[in-house]
């Protein structure tokens, strides 16, 4: 009896917990939609993809059942074959063009994928509020506040049965049961000491939160003017961090890649599958590139807003489907050529110059104090040290944040263990104690630390 009760108080945590992510959404949507379409089907873009655009799916498919559309995901073939109206439309238009079969794909998957396709093809939601934290981090304060509602729960489970059982020795002294109520069990000694330490872990967590972040900003992930994918192009595309970077090898600074490397690409990819042409229109408007007649525009840096506007929207109003995306407003009631101009001017425009032309201002990640000193060349070309050693998976990263502490403390505790490449370095070739000794089989490696890495001046001007 006591025991199904506990049982019960469980199930009722889990089905609360599991609800919150029940039913489709646009997340679990995306990725599907990436992982199993976007190779034939573009969102919204009029493309010479395999398939037709999906935007407006759901509005063609309307006059018949949810679960046609849903058949035809899963096999189109068959749900051709039954003779159905509008499935012999679009194979009429597209055959001899089969697409995939997805049997194992639920309608909640499938709803989800709808839910991401509706989504209007504007400007990324607005920014997570100022201090730069990741906004997903807010969501954690309330795991907490979930994990003690759960073991507020179970205490008051275990308390009942402490008292059940101090009533069966009552019975066997021939005392007459007591009954708590909820509200006598709830003050309790025991309950009360348990809110305190609840209430302690969740404020006690927000503070220690607070305090590591403001010193050094370890997972600062800055909104950037364009919602540039390391995932899409160090990882997808399998370009080296080098070709864009290409100054980490020689000099001290990295480097952000200037708009001029973008084009080497982006003169042929002028959409992208995710956002269409809201975010590389941008590296257009910053150097002055026509995507409709594929040349620069001479004279840009004097052209007036106006003139970029027209331009610029003229280019995303042609490439859009105009029966779906152009009259589809969004909340404020704004279409999505409108939109993507905004995203544009807000972009590019508040920047130093106060125009759109001029060169993509990021938001830097990484941010050393002045008085440290950090070298690029050093780790990359002579200690050969890789960039994921330092920056984390980069290339699965859709926002690149920044991923190691940088305080004082990393650094020297990477140079106390990491063995530096001796042998076949030129750079290495003074260090001939060194070199002896290993002959010798005196020492068996050297660290960073052996060639002077932990030395104060080494780091600090
Ligand atoms: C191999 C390429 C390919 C893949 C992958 C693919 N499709 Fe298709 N899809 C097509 C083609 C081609 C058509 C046009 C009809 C035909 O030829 O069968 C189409 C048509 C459609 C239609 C009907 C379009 C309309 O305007 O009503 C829907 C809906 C659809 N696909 C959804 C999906 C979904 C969802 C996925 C991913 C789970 C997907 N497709 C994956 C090629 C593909
Ligand atoms: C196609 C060009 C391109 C490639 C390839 C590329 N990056 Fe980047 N990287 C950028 C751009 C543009 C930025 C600035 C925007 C941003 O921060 O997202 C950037 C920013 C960064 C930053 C943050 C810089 C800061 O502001 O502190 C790091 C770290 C970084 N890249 C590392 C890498 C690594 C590691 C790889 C290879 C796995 C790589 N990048 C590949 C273009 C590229
Ligand atoms: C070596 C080639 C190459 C270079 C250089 C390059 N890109 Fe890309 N970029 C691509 C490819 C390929 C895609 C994927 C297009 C797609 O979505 O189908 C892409 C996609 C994008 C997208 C759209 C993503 C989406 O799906 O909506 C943006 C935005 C973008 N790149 C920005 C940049 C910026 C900014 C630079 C310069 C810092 C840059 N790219 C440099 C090849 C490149
Ligand atoms: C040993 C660690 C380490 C390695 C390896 C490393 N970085 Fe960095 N990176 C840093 C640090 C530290 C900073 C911050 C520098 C500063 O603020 O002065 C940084 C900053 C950056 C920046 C911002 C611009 C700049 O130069 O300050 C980019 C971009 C970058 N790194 C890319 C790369 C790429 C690409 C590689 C690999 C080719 C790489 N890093 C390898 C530690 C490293
Ligand atoms: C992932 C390991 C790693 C991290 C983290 C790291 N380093 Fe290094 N560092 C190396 C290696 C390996 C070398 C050896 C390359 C060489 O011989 O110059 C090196 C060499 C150096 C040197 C030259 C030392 C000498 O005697 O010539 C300096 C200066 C330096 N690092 C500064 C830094 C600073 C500052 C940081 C932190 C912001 C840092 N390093 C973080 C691995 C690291
Ligand atoms: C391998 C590189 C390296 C060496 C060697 C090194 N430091 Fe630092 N030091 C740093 C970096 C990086 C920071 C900045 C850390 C941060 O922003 O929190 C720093 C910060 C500091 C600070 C400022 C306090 C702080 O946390 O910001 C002091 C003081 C300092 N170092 C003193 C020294 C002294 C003294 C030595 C020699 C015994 C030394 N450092 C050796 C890399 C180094």
Redesign the pocket.
């Known amino acids: 009896m006591l025991l199904k009760r506990i049982c019960w108080v469980f199930t009722l945590v889990i089905a609360a917990s599991a609800s919150l992510h029940a039913g489709p959404t646009k997340e679990a949507g995306k990725e599907l939609f990436m992982a199993n379409c976007a190779s034939c089907h573009n969102k919204n873009m009029k493309d010479n993809l395999t398939g037709p655009a999906l935007a407006g799916v759901e509005d063609r498919w309307a006059a018949f059942p949810r679960k046609d559309l849903y058949a035809w995901i899963r096999n189109s073939q068959a749900l051709i074959a039954t003779g159905h109206p509008y499935a012999n439309e679009v194979w009429g238009k597209y055959k001899p063009t089969l697409m995939n079969n997805f049997p194992a794909l639920t309608d909640e998957q499938i709803e989800s994928m709808i839910l991401f396709i509706n989504e209007p093809g504007g400007p990324p939601p607005p920014p997570p509020p100022p201090g730069g934290a990741a906004a997903e981090e807010e969501g954690l304060p309330w795991l907490f506040i979930g994990l003690a509602g759960t073991l507020l729960l179970l205490a008051f489970a275990l308390m009942r049965i402490v008292n059940n059982l101090s009533n069966v020795s009552r019975a066997k002294d021939g005392l007459p049961p007591t009954e708590k109520t909820a509200y006598q069990l709830l003050t309790t000694k025991g309950a009360i000491a348990f809110l305190v330490f609840a209430t302690v872990l969740i404020f006690g967590y927000k503070a220690v939160d607070n305090a590591t972040r403001m010193g050094r900003e370890q997972n600062y992930k800055p909104d950037q003017p ?4 390391h995932k ?2 160090a990882g ?2 399998k ?1 080296d961090c080098q ?2 970077h290409d100054t980490a090898r020689r000099s001290k600074q990295s480097g ?2 200037g ?1 001029n ?2 084009m ?3 003169t042929a ?1 002028k ?6 042409t ?3 229109t ?2 257009f408007a910053s150097i002055g590139y026509d995507p409709i007649t594929g040349k620069y525009m001479d004279g840009y840096d004097n052209w007036s807003e106006k003139q970029i506007e027209d331009l610029y929207k003229k280019w995303i109003g042609q490439e859009y489907m105009s029966a779906n995306s152009l009259t589809a407003l969004d909340e404020n009631g704004k279409s999505v050529v409108e939109n993507q101009w905004e995203g544009i001017v807000k972009a590019l425009k508040d920047d130093s110059n106060g125009k759109i032309q001029g060169p ?1 201002e990021w938001t830097r990640v990484h941010n050393l104090p002045d008085h440290a000193y950090f070298n690029h060349s050093q780790h990359v070309a002579v200690g050969q040290v890789a960039c994921q050693k330092c920056h984390g998976k980069v290339e699965e990263m859709d926002v690149v944040f920044q991923y190691s502490t940088l305080g004082m403390g990393w650094c020297i505790s990477c140079h106390r263990e990491t063995e530096v490449k001796f042998k076949d370095n030129d750079y290495y070739k003074q260090y001939e104690r060194y070199h002896d000794e290993l002959k010798s089989g005196k020492r068996d490696k050297v660290t960073v630390e052996d060639i002077g890495g932990l030395e104060c001046q080494k780091c600090h001007y």
């Open positions: 364009i919602n540039f994918s899409i192009h997808i595309n370009i070709y864009c952000i890649p708009a490397t973008c080497n690409c982006h990819v959409k992208g599958t995710i956002s269409g809201g975010e590389i941008k590296i993509i």
